[in-house]
């Protein structure tokens, strides 16, 4: 076993966490970079991802070493040189995420943790046995922070996010980075009996988490999950033959897109954004496409209004139908049923909600100060907005 330490992930090119995920999306893609070893193109974005974890390891064992939860004079001093180290096209947000992060980030929870760990890497072998660092090991995954609390029984996991979408809960779901790092936990940590994971969307402060995992109830659940994720892994890279590729939105990260003949030949040119100006059309594109959807919509209205529901196959039509919606008659009334049936105040509450824009037209009536009883959350939408005027909606959320 060869004995080479690898230190970070830009340049590790075994089984780890990503490489599932890459396996799970595309096995030509898969077996290019890993199998192959051909290191292609890497997408700009992917860069900035790698400069702002880097900085942020730098300043981390930093505030670990001098037990200083945050030092804005040193990472004032090395976060030109991060940013400098990008394409110059992501150069200027690179270098603005490292400044919005000194508001953010604060190591102080680390410091005071028991075995605090900064982009610690771990290598197993074929029995999931914690191993020694080493270049070939079955599979390997480095957390970019974590520490246990004093009693050593619970576990905190933190893993940075630079994108500008904040995870929804479905896509939380599909993360691999929650489960393999928890398990990592449980495997250092014999006495460790619940992990927190966390994700840190650093370019917003916001902290999407826990998600808490039990040994107890979810370690042998995890364990056949990082089984199976690796064994496919390995099934896919040792086939010699190039499997097929499957096309989707990650085909514009994707290293070796230049060699895929169904990105060359099969994907929509429309489809293909892989820098500014193809995003620019894309855009362009999917704005006309939804202006003509609703032209279309609202031709089918006008025409249902006045004609009979219209049969576009044997077995599907489109037209009107009559919906049965409830609401209720008094609410205060209901409410009262519900005290009398022994429901808790705080469960009502829980069903009783206002929407956005009822709840700021009652507060205007008041002398009521807003920030005193609402509450912010960070979100994320995508979606075109005016150059001159990107005011938030202040309609339902």
Known sequence: ?????????????????????????????????????????????????????????????????????????????????????????????????????KEFVNFQSLIDGRDPKIEERYYLDKDLNIIEPCDDAFFSSAIDYHYLEQDGKIAHVFDYKTSRK??????????????????????????????????????????????TFSREKDFDMLKEKLLSGINEYYKIVNTDEDLEARPSSFCSLCEVKGLCPRFKNGVPEECIVIDEGSAANAARLYKSLKLRM???????????????????????GYGISAVTKESVKDIYELYEELIKEGVPIGAIFDKFTLTKKNYLSLIKKTNIVKSKYLKSNITTKTDFYDLESDDEDEGDE
């Open 1 to 101: 076993m060869n004995s080479s330490v690898i230190v970070n992930n830009a340049n590790y090119r075994g089984c780890r966490t990503s490489a599932i995920e890459s396996a799970m999306r595309c096995p030509f893609s898969v077996q290019k970079v890993y199998r192959d070893k051909i290191k292609g193109y890497i997408d700009s974005s992917a860069l900035r991802g790698s400069a702002v974890h880097d900085c942020l390891e730098e300043y981390g064992r930093h505030c670990l070493k001098y037990k200083r939860g945050t030092d804005f004079q040193y990472i004032d001093a090395i976060i030109m040189r991060y940013a400098c180290s990008v394409p110059s096209n992501v150069m200027e947000e690179t270098y603005s995420i490292l400044q919005d992060s």
């Open 166 to 211: 904040i995870y929804s809960e479905s896509v939380l779901k599909t993360k691999l980075q929650k489960d393999f790092y928890s398990l990592l936990i449980f495997l250092k940590y014999p006495d460790v009996e619940y992990v927190n994971f966390y994700y840190d969307f650093i370019r917003y402060g916001k902290i999407v988490g826990p998600i």
């Open 294 to 316: 609703k032209l279309i919509k609202d031709s089918l209205d006008l025409y249902l209004s006045n004609n009979k529901n219209i049969a576009i196959s044997e077995v599907e």
